[in-house]
């Protein structure tokens, strides 16, 4: 029989989750996680892989804790692993004991692997430690909200009144002016800091600061919902001074990502790490050709040429590829001259092997020219491997420069598939910010899945372009672009955005 992980997820930021965690989200047969755990997570699970969503929230079950026992006994008893993932960690609030008690009285193995609670995690997103030697000597973790089928309440409000200790609420947001009147009833000063952090280590992550006398009143006038952890003590202090993750010059913002999504996780993590809340929506899929004849007839031709210029990562990529395809390496490029467009393109060289002979400084097919023309290629062959389709700029200006010009598709691109319900929700809620765009392709993709006259109601949303080619593009559409950088890069690109933020 298979065993069942009690996995936790983590507060919500995707690098809180444990290595451990990942690895058992990889390779269980059957998922069934709550509504607190990180969707993001899923999409590491097998392709076959089940799964179910048994989520809570607030009181709000979309299926019984003994209706979940059963199905966590009974996906296991088919022999399959099954990886029970919860928000925070699974023994804290999580009814993770009483899965595992059910499980052993089933005779299924199990095994826990602990998460960072929120209770921890949350406050230390809003500056707050839930200890320090200066405020108080220890930490309490209690339930907001109590089991109301239960006789009498566990809850020793008189010990809680007394103590020195940080208390920590979860699940306490409802019950927010009953908390609070019964720690001042019990000897607590109406003047304790009380902090609430909601969505806490998320994008989405809000806080308030106020006092057990007043956070009552200033919560319901913020209108300040769950999931929130609630932090009473002296350490609420210091809110304000170790207040880092909220300075964060994009947090909150929704920011679209148009790219390949092979291309997309630099951006992806450089703006998630700003604080944005990114929507990735590839609009360009990139495909293999469906024959390389062509390709492996350069390749076996290469002496032919003097120069080979590659104009993105992907055309090196599968460059090298076919390369592989007939048992050659980066040895056969000796001869050669290479040209890389871009610093990205020359990464993608160099962790081949090859320092690229020229780098223009501006990344447009213009200057790429104006360069090479200095280095001499006037009159020389030059092979050009790419996609299928591309602007015809850079050939043609070779060829006037007297060069003999091989365009070789090494790959295409395709409009990817992408659902586009998540981020015309996203949109009419107000939450998207920003859309990117990297290239020409991904803005005319990109009006192929959403019609730009949707896109026209909602003039809150701004765009950021990588260059001026792909700005055109957009003007084309009857959009303005109000972010551009000057080095037509993704680090221009997300340095501009930081400048526009503040
Ligand atoms: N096992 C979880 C707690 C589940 S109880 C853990 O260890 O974190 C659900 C409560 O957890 C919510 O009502 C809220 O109080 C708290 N919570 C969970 N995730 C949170 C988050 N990202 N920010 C703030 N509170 C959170």
Not at 228 to 243: A, Y
Not at 414 to 441: C, P, Q, W
Request: a negative charge; aromatic letters at 8%.
């Amino acid at each position: 029989m298979a065993t069942v992980f009690l996995v936790g997820a983590g507060p919500g930021d995707p690098g809180l989750l444990t290595l451990r965690a990942k690895e058992i989200i990889e390779q269980c047969d059957v998922m069934i996680y709550d509504y607190l755990a990180n969707r993001d997570f899923l999409k590491w699970c097998k392709p076959e892989c089940e799964i179910l969503y048994v989520g809570k929230k607030g009181g709000d079950h979309t299926l019984p804790q003994d209706k979940i026992n059963e199905l966590i006994i009974e996906k296991a008893r088919s022999g399959r692993s099954i990886c029970r993932l919860k928000g925070g960690d699974p023994y804290v609030f999580g009814r993770g004991g009483e899965e595992a008690e059910e499980l052993v009285e089933a005779g299924i193995d199990f095994e826990v692997v602990p998460g960072i609670t929120a209770g921890v995690a949350a406050p230390a997103y809003a500056g707050i430690p839930v200890t320090h030697r200066d405020h108080t000597t220890s930490v309490c973790f209690i339930t907001g909200h109590e089991d109301p089928t239960k006789e009498k309440s566990g809850h020793n409000w008189e010990v809680y009144g007394k103590s020195t200790s940080t208390l920590v609420f979860y699940m306490g947001v409802k019950n927010l002016p009953m908390i609070a009147d019964n720690l001042m009833n019990n000897g607590r000063a109406g003047d304790t800091p009380v902090a609430l952090v909601r969505w806490g280590t998320r994008c989405t992550q809000e806080s308030m600061l106020s006092t057990l006398e007043n956070v009552a009143a200033d919560a319901a006038e913020r209108g300040f919902k769950a999931p929130s952890i609630i932090i009473v003590g002296g350490v609420c202090s210091l809110h304000d001074k170790l207040n880092w993750f909220e300075k964060k010059p994009l947090l909150g913002k929704g920011v679209v990502v148009t790219r390949a999504r092979e291309q997309a996780s630099g951006l992806v993590a450089t703006l998630r790490g700003h604080g944005a809340c990114v929507h990735e929506f590839p609009t360009i899929s990139v495909e293999h050709l469906d024959d390389y004849n062509e390709v492996e007839t350069a390749i076996l031709q290469l002496a032919r040429y003097q120069w080979l210029v590659f104009t993105s990562v992907n055309g090196v990529k599968f460059f090298w590829e076919q390369l592989a395809e007939i048992g050659l390496d980066s040895r056969i490029l000796g001869g050669l001259q290479v040209a890389a467009i871009g610093p990205a393109t020359a990464d993608a060289l160099r962790d081949r092997g090859i320092n690229p002979d020229f780098i223009p400084e501006k990344y447009v097919a213009e200057h790429v020219v104006e360069g090479l023309l200095k280095l001499g290629i006037q009159g020389q062959s030059v092979l050009i491997p790419r996609a299928l389709k591309a602007r015809e700029v850079l050939p043609d200006a070779l060829r006037e420069a007297g060069c003999d010009v091989h365009v070789l598709p090494v790959y295409e691109t395709r409009l990817a598939k992408s659902d586009v319900d998540e981020v015309r929700e996203a949109m009419n809620k107000g939450e998207i910010g920003y859309v990117t765009f990297t290239s020409s392709s991904t803005v005319h993709n990109f009006f192929k899945l959403l019609p730009a006259e949707e896109l026209k109601q909602h003039p809150e949303v701004k765009i950021a372009s990588i260059g001026p080619i792909t700005t055109k593009t957009v003007h084309e559409y009857g959009f303005t672009v109000d972010v551009e950088p000057e080095d037509y890069t993704i680090p221009g690109l997300v340095a501009e955005l930081l400048k526009a933020a503040k």
